[in-house]
């Protein structure tokens, strides 16, 4: 099993900056891939942004430029700096992990992130 907390969510006005950040525990593997998803009502939950453990990244188009994300192996820890924040960003941004090459998915709780305009 894994646990997945994240933090870092809020309000910011649009243009503003955000981090959120994503601690895993448990039965961590050293190939994995954690990744953060965003979900709005009534919407699919979607890709933002991918890590693996070898620092690979994958980027949703629409923030790529905007977003970073990163990771700490040694705290199995994953974050996501968000940069020129726009009102559409708003979600529930939702924290991802899994075994590389094992489609058996864990989630966080989430984290609310709003942009007013």
């Known amino acids: 099993q894994v646990q997945l907390v994240e933090s870092g969510g809020g309000l910011v006005q649009a243009g503003g900056s955000l981090r959120l950040s994503c601690a895993a525990s448990?039965?961590?593997?050293?190939?994995?891939?954690m990744g953060w998803y965003r979900q709005t009502p009534g919407k699919q939950r979607e890709l933002v942004a991918s890590?693996?453990?070898?620092?690979?990244?994958n980027y949703a188009e629409s923030v790529k430029g905007r977003f970073t994300i990163s990771r700490d192996n040694a705290k199995n820890t994953v974050y996501l700096q968000m940069n020129s924040l726009k009102p559409e960003d708003t979600a529930g941004y939702y924290c991802?992990?899994?075994?590389?090459?094992?489609?058996?998915?864990?989630w966080g709780q989430g984290t609310q992130v709003t942009v007013s305009s």
């Open positions: 448990g039965s961590i593997f050293r190939f994995n891939v």
């Open positions: 890590i693996t453990s070898g620092g690979s990244t």
């Open positions: 991802r992990y899994n075994r590389a090459g094992i489609v058996n998915y864990y």
